[in-house]
């Protein structure tokens, strides 16, 4: 299962991948603004440490100038994944840039129906929003199995569930279960995932029990 940060800050970004356990990157419009920056700076420096796909949006929501705006970010680095709004336009755009070799990234999917729509028209990744279905008293898990099933039915749809909108630990371990190809988490979910107070609790008393044996290892 890939990892991907959701997250557009660059400082935080470069201190998680030092774990060599980031595959990519997913930024949307609302994460890009949070930083201030100018958006394509903010892409390209990405980019220039993470190999893996990072994923840059479009911002138009006609489909013309949703594929200019694609040539534009693609142009930035060869790892760019162009995220599109899954519209009836984003569908036209993501077939277009699919059919040029260009990495898709099909946003805001809330359905089956969507999925496969997604697929057919080439996307690379599809991205449903677990959290924000959760928050509607919707079953975001749910959706991400379903995906997963119909996928699953027919090996020629490529394209990669991408489980999104990831609110806690929990939403990882249950994507993995379900089989989801990758997760873009939160900066600070990622780091949840590695803490746990009994390996805390353990290691001082590891430590404080080593320290009272007087020896050293190098
Ligand atoms: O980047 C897309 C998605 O992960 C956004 O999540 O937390 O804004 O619902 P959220």
Known sequence: ????????????????AETGLID?????????????????????????????????EVTST????MIQ???TLARLANNVAIKVPLTFDGLKACKA??????????????????????????????????GRLDDIGHNGLELIH???????????LTTEVLAASIRHPLHIIDVAKAGADVATIPPKIFKQLYQHPLT???????LKDWKATGQKII
């Open 62 to 65: 006609d489909v013309k100038e």
């Open 200 to 206: 805390d609790k353990g290691l001082e008393s590891f």
């Open 146 to 156: 379903e995906i997963c099933h119909i996928y699953g039915n027919y090996p020629n």
């Open 24 to 56: 990519g990157i997913t930024t949307n419009p609302t994460l890009i603004a949070k930083e201030g920056k100018d958006f394509k700076k903010v892409i390209a420096e990405i980019c220039s440490f993470i190999p893996g796909p990072v994923s840059a």
């Open 97 to 130: 840039l699919s059919d040029e070799g260009i990495v898709v990234n099909v946003t805001l999917c809330f359905s089956a129906a969507q999925a496969l729509l997604a697929a057919k028209a080439g996307a690379t990744f599809i991205s449903p929003f677990m």
């Open 1 to 16: 299962m890939k990892f991907f940060l959701d997250s557009a800050d660059v400082k935080e970004i470069k201190e998680l």
């Open 69 to 71: 705006e694609g040539h």
